[in-house]
């Protein structure tokens, strides 16, 4: 039905296993990084929505200053700037919510209900 595998693509599989599981490791590396940044830069972000939305929330606003002075409609809606500005554009409904969706707790509301808390 196939063929016998040879010995150099045999190397070649070996050699994207050992890629894949280096870049498993850094990833797992990269993650306790973050994880050990965000709890001594914004300790109660990261208990509010976690590490990555944290640091994708500061990154979005430029710093964690510029974050706490956003108001919080601006907050919501940070990461869907394009959407807003061609609902805007177009007279369409604004989106309700960007990078703050990403939240953990946000998965376990259905559709229905996420759509009565952002509004």
């Known amino acids: 039905m196939g063929t016998e595998i040879s010995d150099s693509d045999i190397a070649h599989i070996h050699s994207l296993c050992d890629q894949v599981i ?21 300790p109660n972000l990261t208990a509010l929505v976690g590490e990555l939305v944290g640091a994708r929330l500061i990154s979005h606003a430029g710093s964690l200053l510029s974050l706490a002075k956003h108001p919080a409609s601006t907050i919501q809606i940070l990461g869907a700037e394009k959407a807003l500005f061609r609902a805007l554009k177009t007279k369409h409904d604004t989106p309700k919510y960007g990078l703050i969706y990403h939240v953990c707790i946000f ?13």
């Open 22 to 42: 280096s870049i498993s490791e850094y990833r797992t590396q990269l993650a306790e990084y973050l994880r050990n940044r965000m709890s001594a830069i914004a």
């Open 107 to 119: 998965y376990f509301f259905s559709f229905l209900r996420l759509s009565y808390i952002s509004c």
